[in-house]
């Protein structure tokens, strides 16, 4: 014997509405794993330095014989702190950092999707590569593009007639410096010393501020008045050291008249050595 049923039009939604809001399912909607998922994420990005974790980052671009280095970090630990750490390791003090970022990659093996992603200085590799599982994503050092700048840095190498750097556009005064004083060694502070814009056909030069971009000054140059960069030390800085007063920068001092700035003296001293000695290969 047949039943005559009638379907209610709302009953596929009820269904619905039911599936969701059974036991199983409504906990996995919850606010509460939500939480403890989030809460999970920051009690390993607010864990203690003393909490280790391994990277691989792939660094051909320092050298052709380098695959790869494992890295051992915090999660604290971010990429410009990785990339410091890569250049310390492999001994390159003549490297500028700014030339150098890191990218990630993440890898969806059941769609077959991979994407790049450029990653910010203060992002925290081992906080990211925790996120996914473990060999679907990847770290490989990347460069930006650079300019050559000269200094005459005989003040910090007697004997040294200059140097030739590879820096980025984002590299200040005080970042130039710094490079230079790794070159040599040096345990000295930046704020000991000064860069000086040199003007030979002028006959002037100019200091720069800390935080100006040398490369970006550079590209105003105009190769017909033999322009330069001069190191200097300051003679001042003790005075200042001593009183711990910090010295306010003089607001004109882009537009100071020609005759009113200091003297060139010649850096420049005869040299036996050809001048591809005087340069840091890359």
Partial sequence: MLKHVQLSPFRTRAADTLSLSSNASYSSLSPEPL???????????DSS???????????RCLRPDIEYKTLSISFQTTCREVVQSLLNKYQMRHRDPNLFYLSME??????????VFVLDEEARPAALQSCHPRGDSRFTLQTRRGGLVKIYDSVLMPGSQYKSLLISERTTVDDLIQILLNCYKSKEVVEQFSLYEVCKSQEYQRKLHPDDSPLQVQQCWTPSQEFHFLIRRNLDYRARSKNKQPTSWPTD??????????PYSQPETSSSYPDYENYLYI
């Fill in 35 to 45: 939480s403890s998922r989030s809460s999970s994420y920051s009690s390993l990005s």
């Fill in 49 to 59: 330095p003393s909490f280790q974790t391994t990277i691989k980052v792939y660094a």
């Fill in 106 to 115: 993440v890898t969806v093996r059941k769609a077959g999707i991979r994407s």
């Fill in 253 to 262: 001092v882009m537009s100071t008249p020609s005759s009113s700035r200091q």
